[in-house]
């Protein structure tokens, strides 16, 4: 599934509103945290967008069809592909800053994520599991962690 966003931070709103309506048919109750860190997530990432390029996006969700409450686990992705080949970088805000967090809260909310050239942009993706872990190790740290979708082509529906 997919949203093209405008460069308007209006739009960080209303792709919120599109993930949450997507969560109904994927098993996925709203109220459940995986919903609630999703939703968080799209925002973080839809704001970078937004914010540092100034361009049109594309939002993707990948997520499950209709699946038991008790599934042992469940996979989830969110991937924002832009115009802008500059990397993302993550940043250390000072204290009073008022930006400048987005990336570290994406590497703290998410089990995996990272980015990859596409076209002449970018991709930023970040997938979430539905199901307990320990935590995660320090060799996933900022983008470090493999893809559960690493070969998988998203299709617009």
């Not at 308007?8 to 109750?29: F, H, K």
């Not at 459940?32 to 100034?54: C, K």
């Not at 400048?100 to 994406?106: C, K």
């Not at 991709?123 to 307990?132: A, H, K, N, Q, V």
Request: glycine letters at 10%.
């Amino acid at each position: 599934m997919q949203l093209e966003i405008r460069p308007d931070p209006a739009e960080v709103g209303r792709a919120r509103r599109w993930a949450r309506s997507r969560l109904c048919g994927s098993g996925i109750t709203a109220d459940e945290p995986l919903a609630e860190t999703l939703i968080l997530l799209v925002s973080e990432l839809v704001t970078n967008a937004v914010v540092h390029t100034g361009r049109p996006a594309v939002l993707r969700l990948c997520l499950p069809g209709p699946v038991a409450e008790d599934a042992a686990s469940v996979t989830v992705r969110v991937e924002v592909a832009d115009t802008s080949s500059r990397a993302p970088v993550p940043r250390c805000a000072g204290n009073d800053a008022t930006g400048g967090r987005g990336l570290a809260l994406v590497d703290c909310l998410a089990d995996r994520w990272g980015w990859s050239p596409e076209g002449g942009g970018k991709s930023i993706w970040c997938e979430l599991d539905r199901c307990s872990r320990p935590g995660k190790s320090a060799a996933m740290a900022y983008g470090g962690g493999q893809s559960a979708y690493e070969d998988l082509a998203f299709e617009a529906v």
